[in-house]
């Protein structure tokens, strides 16, 4: 029961890494991050550090496998956000 929880839990990161998906193609589409808060991104990226850090020493692989992928989009979306601030 506790490796199926897990693997539920694994899943829900992946689902939330691509909702921050979603948010980098409307940048990249758009040309503009016109509405997008760089600061929350900036915050989610720094949590996510941590949540991967957390998975690490608890030896928690679907911890860090999921918040290293939400990293990897979120933080693709913090960039955007910088580099189309003003457009």
Not at 25 to 36: E, P, R
């Amino acid at each position: 029961m506790k490796n199926i929880i897990a693997i539920i839990f694994g899943m829900g990161l992946m689902a939330n890494a691509g909702l921050f998906v979603i948010q980098a193609v409307k940048i990249i589409k758009s040309k503009s991050a016109k509405g997008v808060s760089t600061l929350t991104f900036a915050g989610f990226s720094i949590l996510q550090v941590t949540g991967i850090l957390h998975g690490y020493f608890q030896n928690d692989m679907y911890l860090l496998t999921g918040m290293a992928a939400s990293l990897l989009a979120c933080g693709t979306v913090t960039i955007l956000s910088i580099i189309y601030k003003d457009k």
